[in-house]
């Protein structure tokens, strides 16, 4: 039997990277699924990759919209709940890296772009979460949220707002974690590298640019020592780990990081320090 069958999942942010590549993971493997974003062509594109993946279309909840309004989370809900009539998995996927259009980085960048940027990859999730905690208890369900390995202790100061909303977002694990469990709820957070996805395009940049930049950072090992940016598949086989109660059960509260190895790496490493020896 496949291993979501009678699971229903919502996953936000899927229709692009990632969520996309957790939906039709999901679905091929018997989930009912809520797929949502705020583009309604590449939302469609999702569906159509799930259909042609040999899914029912009536396995599938399409709700385009903004995930920071409150009439999305709640429509998010209340069609899953009324199509399919329970939530078993919450996949909160749906994030950016929101860039200061006057083009300042660092310390500088106006603290709107930190609101902006908590609205959706902090604010958002607790008010999913909170929205689908009860259907959640009552089906012994589980939360798998994205992070990032942005989210530290290294410093990134030129994405602060970016990285200090994933820190947040891994310590909101931790703590509904150790809360849900108690109800039979099971909370766990993935961490991904470099991953080729639709991120970098979302800041504005074209897509040439995202391109030269994943060939970069994913060809240099300094970078990313297993030699290549991060899939969206690379991911999502780990969310649905994550998500499938037989194989992870005992995994609680953990920030798991996927990054090819590029959180390993310490810039002096990169430099052959034994020459200065010899
Ligand atoms: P993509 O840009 O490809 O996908 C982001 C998804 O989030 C899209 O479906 C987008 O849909 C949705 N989204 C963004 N803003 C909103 C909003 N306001 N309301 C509703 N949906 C929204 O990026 P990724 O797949 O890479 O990103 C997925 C997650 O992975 C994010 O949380 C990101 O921070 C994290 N991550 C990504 C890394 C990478 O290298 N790619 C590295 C580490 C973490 P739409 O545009 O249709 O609204």
Do not use: W
Request: glycine share 8%; net charge neutral.
């Amino acid at each position: 039997m496949p291993r979501f069958s009678n699971k229903v999942a919502i996953i936000t942010g899927s229709s692009n990277g990632i969520g996309r590549a957790t939906a039709i993971i999901l679905a091929k493997d018997g989930a009912k699924v809520t797929i949502t974003g705020r583009n309604a062509e590449r939302l469609e594109e999702t569906k159509q990759q799930i259909i042609e993946a040999g899914i029912d279309s009536k396995n599938i909840n399409s709700i385009v919209g903004d995930l920071t309004s409150i009439e999305i989370q709640d429509k998010l809900i209340n069609t899953t709940i009324q199509k399919f009539g329970q939530i078993d998995i919450l996949i909160n996927n749906a994030g950016a890296a929101i860039i200061d259009p006057t083009g300042s980085t660092g310390i500088d960048q106006n603290v709107s772009i930190y609101d902006k940027t908590f609205e959706l990859n902090v604010r958002s999730i607790i008010e999913l979460t909170q929205k689908a905690k009860a259907h959640l208890i009552a089906s012994k369900g589980e939360i798998i949220s994205v992070s990032s390995i942005a989210s530290g202790p290294e410093a990134h100061s030129q994405f602060p707002y970016y990285s200090m909303s994933k820190a947040a977002l891994d310590q909101f694990t931790r703590n509904i974690a150790i809360e849900l469990v108690k109800s039979g709820v099971r909370v766990n957070c993935v961490n991904p590298g470099l991953v080729k996805t639709g991120i970098i395009q979302a800041t504005g940049a074209p897509t040439e640019v995202s391109d030269k930049l994943y060939e970069f950072l994913g060809s240099n090992p300094d970078c990313v020592p297993i030699g290549r940016v991060g899939q969206p598949e690379d991911i999502a086989n780990l969310i649905a780990f994550l998500a499938d109660r037989s194989a992870s059960f005992y995994i609680i509260g953990q920030t798991i990081k996927a990054d090819g190895g590029s959180s390993l790496m310490l810039a002096m490493n990169t430099h052959n320090l034994t020459d200065f020896l010899k």
